[in-house]
């Protein structure tokens, strides 16, 4: 048990003794539906344009762009029996295209010596992984009778995004440089997984009245805004060879969770807002120290990423799952042992920080605790010519 982390731990032998007095209270479920389930090829295929025009004085300058992006995607998996007793698997081909205009904009001003302002509105998209696409099926069934049915979508769309940037950056002399960043990403079709309650459902000649669908699919709008403070000195006069590089973001986001047919005949919202994107932290933190004298490079990292948010529900909050705030610290050590030829040794996760996951009302519950230890790397790089 680790100290502060309140979570359940199964006593093996009393969970026998359970299931032996009740073995008529388990259900035994065929599986051989489920082997194939993962077996997908998608064929993507993108057909694209870009046009650029520049402008530029001493000191001011603007670059405008546009992209056409064409795509057409091609799954082909196996959809999984749902018949009692069946193991063949029936073949699925689905189609998808799509096609956008993407323009950009980008204007940069000189203030003065060393210091700029730049100003940026772009839109972009960002595709589905391939895994996502699979329309690939598979059913669980837990010990309540829950039947849980996790499948692809080869429907979704690409994320899209249109970005507004502006930035200040002040080169100094000596190596350093500070810089701050205010951004805003306005979101259609955000990519997330859901978890829907759905009716009753006839499994391999069974019918299972509580049922859950997990899928990912697109939300209706997302939005995301942060800010960015970063500074970097190369070299530092009071100690020859010393340097260092500190970042630090704020973020704020969320997306449109759409909830299930069940939940709005139910009277709850058709949509609820998120506390955030899926895998946005609230906030990141970077410390960089490094040091070179000779054929010597010490370097050491800190880095630190606040509460995000792992999945969301689409009927219930407290089910949403946030991964905990998480700290690590990296440290490497290079030696050039000749022209070419470095020894490298570093040491990952120094404080083996661990990976939490937690859920509820306040987040008082621990879904998932994952120790992660030290890992430890020595080797040679060589590099030819040098």
Known sequence: ????V???LIDRPAAWRRFEANRSAFIATNQIANNAADDFRDIETTRAAYAQALFCTDDFGVQAGVRYDATTV???TNQAPTVRVATAYEPVRRTTDYDYWLPSLLATYQLGVGMRVRAGVSKTIGRPDYSQYAARTSFGVGTDGTLTINTGNPDLRPREAWNYDLSYEWYMGGGGL????GFVKDIRNE???SSEQRPPTVFQGETYQSVFVRTPRNAAAARVKGVELGFTQERLAAIPGLGFNANFTLLDGSYDQPASAAAVAAGLSATRATS???QQP???ANLTLFYGTGPVELRASYNRIGRALQSADGDTATRDLYQEPRQQVDVQARYAVGPGLELVGQVQNLTKSPFVVRQGMRRDYVNYFFPVGRTFWLGLTWKPGR
């Open 1 to 4: 048990m680790t100290p502060g």
């Open 276 to 278: 955030g994107l899926i």
């Open 282 to 284: 609230d906030y990141i």
């Open 178 to 181: 500070l810089s701050v960043v």
């Open 191 to 193: 990519i997330f997984t």
């Open 6 to 8: 309140p979570y359940l």
């Open 74 to 76: 091609a799954v082909f």
